[in-house]
């Protein structure tokens, strides 16, 4: 079991490497499109700010945090996108801060939740480490978009293997979002880690497998590269049949990336 306090830990260190990344650009910057369309380095950074204080409220206000949750609930196919296009008007400066104090205060919010208790959210309820997981991917990814428009490229660390730890979890959840029938057989997942470690789920017999290196699979389950631009090993029908549909992140099925777009 991940200790929450190192969790904890790698959740900061993953918004502060963001964190550096957006620092250094200019006002004009932040108005830069991403590889996500329609939404610009502001929006990315306004959406993960939102999120940060959305999760905070679920963990210290779950009255404050059920009203948040009947708004989307009004407009679920825009909600967030509505939220991201409204912070990203704040002026660059004001919305870094934002989403600094937003990140401090989340850290402790969820540092202070009692062991066992499960937090409210937008899905099935989790726990503090669950959500401090849920928040380390969405940095992730959301950094990703940012990086990938800006034409930089990131170093992997080895916090990937919270975001990989998702993406195993999910796969049943990928195949319910579809309306197809999750697999009864067990997936085993293979990964090489950043520094050469070997990271691994379910059983040596499993007949469903994917394996790889760390960074593709973290690509593959938030959707941030097309399965074709991924070197990624895959055998047993049911694991080729969930490869186009991974999803680690919660919400309907995002459209992904293109074939080659990254090539």
């Keep these: 079991m991940t200790d929450p306090q190192a969790l ?15 620092s250094g650009l200019t006002a004009d910057q932040w108005r830069d499109d ?9 929006h ?11 999760a905070g409220l679920a963990a210290t206000d779950p009255d404050a945090f059920a009203e948040r949750l009947r708004e989307a609930l009004n407009a679920p196919a825009t909600y967030v996108d509505d939220a991201a296009a409204e912070g990203a008007l704040i002026p660059s400066a004001d919305l870094l801060a934002e ?14 939740v009692p062991a066992g208790r499960k937090l409210p959210w937008f899905g099935p309820p989790m726990s503090a480490a669950s959500m401090a997981t849920a928040r380390l991917m969405e940095t992730w990814a959301h950094g990703q978009d940012i990086a990938d ?16 730890h998702i993406g195993v979890r999910t796969v049943g959840f990928a195949f319910t ?11 085993r997942i293979e990964l090489t880690g ?42 047993g029908e049911a694991a ?3 490869v186009p549909i991974a999803q680690a992140f919660a919400g309907m099925p995002g459209e992904g990336r293109k074939a080659g777009q990254f090539r």
């Design 149 to 164: 428009g800006l034409s930089i490229s990131r170093l992997p660390t080895a916090r990937l293997r919270h975001v990989a």
């Design 44 to 54: 990315q950074i306004s959406h993960l700010s939102w999120t940060d204080q959305v």
């Design 177 to 187: 979002l579809h309306n197809l029938p999750v697999p009864a057989e067990p997936f």
């Design 34 to 42: 991403t590889a996500s369309p329609g939404w610009t380095v502001a």
């Design 99 to 112: 989403w600094r104090r937003g990140r401090t205060e989340l850290l402790g919010a969820l540092a202070a």
């Design 8 to 22: 904890f830990v790698d959740l900061a260190a993953e918004g502060a490497e963001l964190d550096t990344l957006v």
């Design 240 to 242: 080729r049949q969930w």
């Design 194 to 235: 950043p520094d050469g470690e070997s990271w691994t789920w379910g059983a040596r017999d499993a007949t469903n497998r994917v394996s790889g290196t760390a960074l593709d699979f973290c690509l593959l389950v938030t959707q941030r590269r097309h399965p074709d631009d991924l070197t990624l090993d895959v055998w």
